[in-house]
């Protein structure tokens, strides 16, 4: 069975084959095709081009015919860094920071994570996949068609087991290409407050081992922040991952730069996420290596944080990735249509940096860019169709709108 979807106004990020990811000016240029038409088959991309190129329908009885009607299509949003999988919203939490109170001072008073982490304990795998395949599907809706999800609200061997297996169900229960990051080193629980190595020892030498033999994460992660987790502890769990086969991504420049950047990119990370805070070191450390640094700017439009500095990264010739870390603490928001909107408006990345970093750039962030990001014959068929818009910059200008259509996932409308 083929599909085709025809009378496509412009055909967005489009690649003759797929690259690796997009940095320094490449960053300022995407690839379109006007007036075009795209061909699914078996769930990929299997033909693209200009209507007028288009052989027509060669088997009427096996093809289905999508129009378009005059909007876009673009390759879904790759959402690299997520936490996903989470018990209960924290909305008194951000009343607290209304009347004055920060994140760390929060955190300090018994809430931010360890607050999540104690809902979580509570709550049953059945009740924690429900809502997160419902999240999930939240998300296709508005253009997201792979993600990235972190455990890090279990904090206990069985609680961190339970969050890594409900995201191995959303693997089998969707067709959104998904990958599972063990972050037990997120914050310290009560019990070791007075005993750090005592976690950390848990974390590298039982949980690490028995998540890496189940099969149940892609990727290993850390918070690397002042009064969460030393350079030190990030050295010794990327160290430890390493002999186990398992690559990182890490929680890094949150609030302080403490040579997190440096460290992962030394052990190897495929990405080094948050980055707010940025030292001279940290672009130096980047640079030549093959590690995708990522912002996370709804992160700080709802805490009031800085933004990253993409400009800066972008002129150093690095590449961006830009992606939610949708969470019940930081950013209860999942949207990356609004992730693009802030890399332009607070960020001043142009529509096509931003297009580049949500898009090719998460997916390597995520290791899916030989399958996902672009529009590239062979590539997964995950796509949305637009509204007639009039320009491809109207979707990060119309920021909190909705310009998306339709969703393909896997050669499916959703
Ligand atoms: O990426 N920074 C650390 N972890 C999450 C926030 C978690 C929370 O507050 O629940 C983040 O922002
Ligand atoms: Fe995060």
Partial sequence: MKTVIKNISELIQTETSARKWVAGKDMSHISTIKDAFIEVEGGLISSFGSMEDWNGIEDWNNTEIIDAEGGMVFPTYCDSHTHLVFAASREEEFVDRINGLSYAEIAERGGGILNSADKLQNASEDELFEDALARLN?????????????????????????????????????????????????????EYTENKEGYMDLVINEMLPIVVKEGLADYVDIFCEEGYFTVEDT????????????????????????GGVKSSVDLGALSVDHLEVMAEEDYEALKGSN???????????????????????????????????????SNPSGNMNFVASLGCIQMKMTPEEVINATTI??????????????????????????KQIPSYAYLPYSFGHNVIEKVMIAGKLQ
């Fill in 361 to 386: 750039n998460t997916a390597y962030a995520m290791g899916v860019e030989k399958e996902l990001g672009s529009i590239c014959i062979g590539k997964k068929a995950n796509l949305f169709i637009t």
């Fill in 138 to 190: 939240e998300l296709v809706q508005i253009g997201t068609g792979a993600i990235e999800i972190k455990s890090g609200y279990g904090l206990t061997l069985d609680a961190e087991l339970k969050m890594l297996r409900v995201i191995k169900r959303l693997k089998a229960a969707s067709d959104v290409t998904i990958k599972a990051t063990f972050l037990g080193a997120h914050a310290l629980p009560k």
């Fill in 235 to 258: 050295k010794n769990l990327l160290t430890a991952a390493n002999k186990l086969g398992l690559q990182s991504k890490t929680h890094v420049n949150q609030f302080n730069a403490i």
């Fill in 291 to 329: 590690c995708m640094p990522t912002i996370l700017p709804s992160c700080s439009f709802f805490l009031r944080i800085p933004y990253g500095p993409a400009k800066r990264m972008i002129e150093e010739g690095l590449p961006v990735a830009l992606a939610t870390d949708y969470n019940p603490g």
